[in-house]
């Protein structure tokens, strides 16, 4: 299924940025230029990325050999491959057309729902393996004109996802349009459930705000962005830069809402309570109730995978963690990641081998640090001291919820970078329905 592709793509890379490939042909009239163009930008921006989109209109006339070049080496990358054709044709024609998309090795296209016969189509792509993106509300201005004219009281394009839901269809494209607020991507995630996916171009050249469909548009996003890096004058900077801002502001609103909304997380007490770091606070975050949802902690698990794939890699270190919050998850991302995991308990033990570090530290071996929370940071820096004492090597620590009560500037000290999937502050107090932190 497309939805399992996805999950895996984006979690290998941790990014939510779809790369539109639109070489211009204009300035790459020969098609053996723009193929060079997308193969080499494909290369050297993949790592990036989880997919790459392209637009028929800027790659006619590559041929078949060149599109399979392409879809051959996005494969390669682990990326999956959009063909943004916008398929329209009826019968006969358009079985001819999923037909020859699944023959150039694409994963998915685009489909225009206006001639009324998507499931046809779904149905025939699905048995060819492909995903479909039905074309649900073009970004920018471009929606306002049709898609949102108001038929038996709804906006048109209420009807085409209607029509894409009763088919199965897998994605659909909801541009970055000044007209959809959060509550309409609210309501457009409601409709088409949790496992779609929504491609949303307009990012970048287009102007489009993606702020409210990271918001909104639940965890199975793609943010389409192309000639604001395609063009760019160094195309990995803008493409790190902009794969770095929209994963991470998905992380904290994904992470955010897990906190929030499963139960026995979030804690506010009349009364102070006191914190594994000593400290007091009427607001208690207990992350060991995620791991007791099955649904938050498949998604936390995902999230954390997800961000350390983007930021260190998916191989050539380990896992470490702390005794005993830290080892559900860390176990968990070390099994997805397919890497050694260590855990520092804050004492030795008094019996046995009288280990404060159990598992076996490898000498100038990289370890990533995995925890549920961070306060102070004390107990992630007796993680690094003990590991670094072992001969390990440690410069990265990675948490749920970073509580912003000094344990960055702590790690910073000790030359390590924390990072978090989510942390205090008022957008996540205002989301938790908290005026001020208690």
């Keep these: 299924m497309l939805r399992d592709r996805y999950d895996k793509a984006v979690e290998a890379s941790g990014s939510i940025l779809c790369l539109g490939l639109d070489p211009p042909p204009w300035a790459y009239p020969e098609p053996s230029l723009r193929l060079k163009f997308c193969l080499d930008k494909i290369q050297q921006l993949g790592r990036f990325c989880s997919a790459v989109k392209l637009n028929e209109n800027h790659v006619r006339g590559l041929g078949e050999d060149g599109h399979r070049a392409i879809t051959g080496l996005a494969k390669k990358l682990n990326l999956l491959a959009i063909l943004d054709c916008k398929l329209g044709d009826i019968g006969e024609s358009a079985k001819a057309g999923v037909n020859t998309i699944a023959r150039l090795g694409y994963d998915a296209f685009t489909l225009n729902p206006l001639f009324g016969n998507v499931r046809e189509v779904v149905e025939e792509a699905h048995r060819q393996g492909l995903g479909v993106f039905l074309l649900a509300h073009p970004s920018s201005r471009y929606g306002e004109k049709y898609f949102r004219r108001v038929v038996n009281g709804e906006p048109l394009y209420w009807r085409f996802i209607e029509e894409g839901v009763e088919a199965g269809v897998d994605g659909y494209v909801?541009?970055?349009?000044?007209?959809?607020?959060?509550?309409?991507?609210?309501?457009?995630?409601?409709?088409?459930?949790?496992?779609?996916?929504?491609?949303?171009?307009?990012?970048?050249?287009?102007?489009?705000?993606?702020?409210?469909?990271?918001?909104?548009?639940?965890?199975r996003i793609l943010i389409n962005v192309g000639r604001s890096i395609i063009l760019a004058e160094d195309p990995a900077v803008e493409a790190a830069g902009i794969a770095e801002t929209l994963s991470s502001r998905r992380?904290?609103?994904?992470?955010?809402?897990?906190?929030?909304?499963?139960?026995?997380?979030?804690?506010?007490?009349?009364?102070?309570?006191?914190?594994?770091?000593?400290?007091?606070?009427?607001?208690?975050?207990?992350?060991?109730?995620?791991?007791?949802?099955?649904?938050?902690?498949?998604?936390?698990?995902?999230?954390?995978?997800?961000?350390?794939?983007?930021?260190?890699?998916?191989?050539?270190?380990?896992?470490?963690?702390?005794?005993?919050?830290?080892?559900?998850?860390?176990?968990?991302?070390?099994d997805r990641l397919g890497v050694g995991l260590v855990y520092v308990r804050m004492e030795k033990k008094a019996h046995g081998l009288e280990r404060k570090v159990e598992g076996v530290v490898k000498p100038g071996m990289l370890y990533v640090g995995v925890d549920d929370v961070a306060t102070t940071g004390k107990s992630a820096l007796e993680c690094v001291k003990a590991v670094r004492e072992e001969g390990g090597v440690i410069n990265k620590y990675f948490v749920i919820f970073d509580r912003d009560e000094g344990a960055e500037q702590l790690l910073r000290e000790a030359g390590v970078e924390l990072y978090s999937l989510a942390r205090m502050s008022s957008e996540f107090l205002t989301m938790a329905g908290v005026s001020d932190k208690p």
Excluded at 288 to 315: F, N
């Design 174 to 219: 909801v541009g970055l349009s000044p007209s959809l607020g959060e509550e309409e991507i609210a309501e457009i995630r409601r409709r088409i459930g949790e496992e779609a996916i929504i491609l949303s171009p307009g990012l970048g050249a287009q102007g489009g705000d993606p702020t409210p469909m990271i918001r909104a548009g639940g965890e």
């Design 251 to 334: 992380e904290f609103i994904l992470t955010s809402k897990a906190i929030i909304g499963t139960k026995g997380v979030l804690n506010i007490y009349e009364k102070p309570v006191q914190l594994s770091s000593g400290g007091w606070s009427r607001l208690y975050i207990d992350c060991r109730a995620l791991y007791s949802d099955p649904v938050s902690r498949s998604l936390i698990a995902r999230l954390m995978t997800g961000a350390i794939s983007r930021r260190v890699g998916r191989s050539g270190f380990e896992i470490a963690t702390t005794a005993t919050a830290g080892i559900p998850l860390a176990s968990i991302v070390a």
